[in-house]
C-alpha cells in the first residue's frame, strides 16, 4: 500500500493529516474531501512508484459501478462470473469477504476488473449517449464518480460535468473514516442535528453526529476483526469523525479528548475527533462553530456512504444522497 514518498503533498492536507503520510499510503491519500488535491497527490504518487506520467485520476465507488451497469448490462470477468447491477453492491460490499477471505490477491484484482469491465462496457456496447451524460452527471452529484486531469480544458469540462469534487466555502459534509482494519462502515448508522441560535451578529451553530454500530453477529472475520495486533473486538469500529466546515467559521470545536486533525482545508475548516463503537454501541460526538449573522443557508454535501447520513434542521430531514441547503432563518 505504501509507495515512494512525495513533497508535493497539499500543505493544508500535510498540516492536518500529515502523520498519516498521505503523499505515501494509498489508503490515506483522500483523508481530505478536496478532491482536486487529493488526485494531483495520487497523480505524483503513481508517478513516484511506476515513473509513469498519468492523463487524469478517476474515483468511482460501487454506487458508481452499479449506476454505469444499469447502462450497459451485465459484464463476465476473466473468472467467467457474471456481475450486474442487480448484484455488484452486495457481491463488493458482504459475498466477497466471504468467498475470499482475507488479504487474498484474487479478491484485491477482482475490485479492478469489476470496474474495469464496466467501464469497457461503456466504450464497447450501445448505450445512450444522453443517458451516459445523465448518469455521469447524477453520479457527480452524489460524489460518487469523480475526475481530475491536469489538462486545463479537461479539467474544465469535468467541473462543468460536477464531478471535479470542489467543495464550497459555506459547505458541511460528514466523513467518517474507518482505522480499524475492518470492513466495518456499511452497518453504521449516521444521523447528524443541526441546532443554531442568533447572538448580536453571529449564529452558534452545533451539529451533533449519532453513530451507531449495528454490525451483525455472522460476518466473516475479516470484515468483523479484530485486525492481528489491535486492541478491538470483533465487530468493534474504530474511525476518525471529520466535519467540514464554512471558512468563514470561527471558535471551532470538537467533543472527545482532542481533536484528531483541526484547521484550514482549501475554501473550508475541518475538525476530526476518533471514535470507537463496540457492537451495538451508539456514540454522539458534538461540533459548535460560529458564523456571521448575515449567512442565512449553508450546503450539505454529499457524503457518498452506504448507508447515507440522515440530517435533520429543526422540522426538515433529509438524506445526503444529494447536495442539500439548510435554511437558517427557519426554526433550527
Not at 457474471?82 to 475470499?100: G, H, N, W
Not at 456514540?283 to 456571521?292: E, K, S, V, W, Y
Amino acid at each position: 500500500m505504501l509507495t515512494e514518498s512525495i513533497d508535493t503533498v497539499d500543505p493544508e492536507i500535510e498540516a492536518l493529516w500529515g502523520v498519516l503520510n498521505p503523499g505515501r499510503e494509498w489508503r490515506n491519500v483522500n483523508l481530505s474531501p478536496r478532491f482536486d488535491a487529493t488526485a494531483a497527490t495520487a497523480a505524483d504518487m503513481w508517478a513516484a512508484r511506476t515513473g509513469d506520467e498519468v492523463d487524469g485520476v478517476m474515483a468511482v465507488d460501487i454506487v458508481g459501478v452499479r449506476r454505469l451497469l444499469e447502462l450497459t448490462g451485465p459484464v463476465i470477468l476473466d473468472s467467467g462470473e457474471e456481475i450486474s447491477a442487480e448484484t455488484v453492491e452486495r457481491d463488493l460490499l458482504v459475498d466477497q469477504y466471504r468467498r475470499y477471505g482475507a488479504d487474498n490477491p484474487t479478491r484485491r484484482d477482482r475490485l479492478g476488473q469489476v470496474a474495469r469491465a464496466a467501464l469497457e462496457a461503456i466504450n464497447t456496447r450501445a448505450v445512450s449517449a444522453s443517458e451516459l451524460l445523465d448518469a455521469i452527471r447524477d453520479l457527480g452529484a452524489g460524489r460518487h464518480l469523480l475526475m481530475w486531469s491536469p489538462h486545463p480544458t479537461q479539467q474544465d469540462a469535468w467541473t462543468a460535468l460536477g464531478t471535479d469534487g470542489a467543495v464550497p466555502a459555506d459547505a458541511l459534509m460528514l466523513s467518517v473514516m474507518s482505522r480499524g482494519g475492518n470492513k466495518l462502515d456499511p452497518y453504521l448508522e449516521m444521523n447528524c442535528v443541526v441546532t443554531s441560535r442568533t447572538d448580536g451578529r453571529f449564529r452558534h451553530l452545533t451539529v451533533e453526529v449519532t453513530t451507531d454500530n449495528h454490525v451483525p453477529p455472522d460476518l466473516p472475520a475479516y470484515v468483523a476483526g479484530p485486525y492481528p495486533g489491535t486492541d478491538l473486538l470483533a465487530g468493534e469500529y474504530k474511525g476518525l469523525l471529520a466535519l467540514t466546515i464554512p471558512g468563514a467559521a470561527g471558535n471551532i470545536t470538537v467533543s472527545g479528548d482532542r481533536p484528531a486533525a483541526m484547521g484550514t482545508d482549501g475554501a473550508s475548516n475541518l475538525a476530526a475527533t476518533e471514535i470507537r463503537l463496540k457492537p451495538g454501541e451508539s456514540l454522539t460526538t458534538r461540533f459548535d462553530f460560529d458564523i456571521t449573522r448575515d449567512q442565512r443557508h449553508l450546503v450539505v454535501l454529499p457524503s457518498a456512504r452506504i448507508p447515507a447520513t440522515t440530517w435533520t434542521h429543526g422540522q426538515v430531514s433529509f438524506t445526503d444522497e444529494t447536495t442539500n441547503r439548510i435554511d437558517l432563518e427557519t426554526t433550527g
